[in-house]
């Protein structure tokens, strides 16, 4: 072979080969950078936000392994939507970082996955997964927080907990380390993440989620396990922040800063209405229960003895046949939970501040319209005077046909 033509040859195969391998160290820098002063969405956080989102398992061959790891006896519904909860429950210390309480329950068909109760453990300012515990099986596993890999490989299926720095940076502030996957992608006021865990060379477990600019959870997420995708999930609803009488969010911890926007994609172009129970601190409680087909007067006695807030209802709105139907309350503040029973179970109904300081759920009484006394004087005298004339009519006409 021509020696030109064979080290043309030599070159290109080089040339393939090496541009895989160049790929492969220059993926994780091919990240948009992010802004130098970007705030973890669990910073902005409160005390009983909550999230709702829909879930959908594909399942695999590595799930059995991981359900016995975890105590869990049942896998979750496959290729079929069941409901996650996730509350904001409180704040702990772990191995010295403080960070959010997250609880996260499942539901399928309105009934509790009870194998699916799990709580995590997260960096309130870097976002970063301390702890996660299983509430069924006590399965509990502590992330180190100076590692620089927040995923698992023993992840538990059927639950989308995975939550990292939409940075790519680790707890101590450096970047991700070449040997980790990490992409993000900026899209206008959309934010791509995508996380992967590596084992002997290859790729195991791939999270990515996709965020809107400013928000304070992702929008959609998925999971692939062993190259093939096992979980996807949406998100439904998302909390709004009431603003309290300090300007701030009501139910706030004092290490939390205020005055925060909502996120684009939730804006709405109507000024917010914003219940006047939201300012009550007492009712900012975080409340948790099962209700199956419960009397509302039971509801009424559940939160009063959770917030021990005295709550009365009306004898008319509280018949022994009127019915809640069935759900689960997980970490909701007891405000919003009231406010919910007026706007959907009990229509026609308010609550109003008892003389000893509690709340009592009456029926809404049209007012009468008040109306100007003028105006009834005008009115009476429009009527005097075309009363007159009629009489005055018939008195002429009468006295008149007298005459003839």
Not at 72 to 97: C, H, L, M, Q
Not at 186 to 194: D, K, N, P
Not at 330 to 346: E, F
Request: glycine content about 8%; some cysteine.
């Amino acid at each position: 072979m021509n020696p030109v033509a064979l080290r043309s040859l030599l070159f290109l195969l080089a040339l393939r080969g090496g541009m895989s391998g160049l790929l492969a160290v220059a993926e994780p820098c091919l990240a948009s950078p992010p802004p130098p002063n970007e705030a973890s969405p669990s910073a902005r956080w409160r005390v009983g936000d909550t999230w709702h989102l829909a879930v959908k398992s594909h399942l695999s061959e590595e799930v059995p392994p991981r359900l016995k790891t975890w105590g869990i006896a049942k896998p979750p519904p496959w290729e079929k939507r069941y409901d996650v909860f996730v509350a904001v429950v409180g704040t702990d210390s772990v191995n010295g970082a403080d960070c959010w309480k997250l609880d996260f329950y499942a539901t399928a068909d309105g009934k509790p996955l009870d194998d699916y109760s799990f709580r995590l453990f997260v960096g309130r300012e870097d976002q970063w997964p301390r702890r996660l515990i299983c509430r069924k099986g006590g399965k509990t596993l502590t992330i180190n927080p100076s590692a620089t890999q927040p995923l698992l490989a023993d992840t538990p299926p059927g639950l989308p907990w995975e939550l990292m720095p939409l940075s790519g940076r680790t707890p101590a502030g450096g970047p991700n380390p070449p040997a980790h996957h990490f992409r993000r992608v900026e899209r206008g006021a959309a934010l791509h993440i995508e996380r992967g865990l590596n084992r002997d060379g290859k790729r195991l477990v791939t999270v990515s989620q996709e965020w809107a600019r400013g928000a304070k959870w992702w929008s959609e997420f998925r999971r692939s396990y062993g190259g093939r995708v096992e979980l996807t999930a949406t998100l439904l609803t998302a909390p709004e922040p009431p603003p309290s009488p300090r300007g701030g969010d009501a139910a706030d911890p004092p290490a939390t800063k205020p005055g925060r926007a909502a996120p684009p994609a939730q804006k709405d172009s109507r000024p917010a209405e914003v219940s006047p129970l939201a300012s009550d601190t007492r009712l900012q409680v975080p409340v948790n229960a099962d209700l199956n087909a419960v009397p509302l007067l039971r509801i009424i006695e559940l939160l009063s003895g959770q917030t021990s807030v005295a709550l009365e209802i009306d004898p008319s709105l509280a018949p022994a046949e009127r019915q809640v139907g069935s759900f689960a309350i997980r970490g909701v503040a007891a405000w919003r939970v009231m406010d919910s029973l007026t706007t959907h179970h009990v229509k026609g109904a308010r609550w109003e501040v008892t003389p000893a300081n509690g709340y009592r759920l009456t029926p809404v009484i049209a007012a009468t319209p008040e109306v100007d006394g003028y105006y009834w004087l005008t009115r009476s005298l429009v009527a005097l005077l075309a009363l007159s004339g009629v009489l005055g009519f018939f008195y002429l006409r009468k006295r008149k046909g007298v005459r003839c």
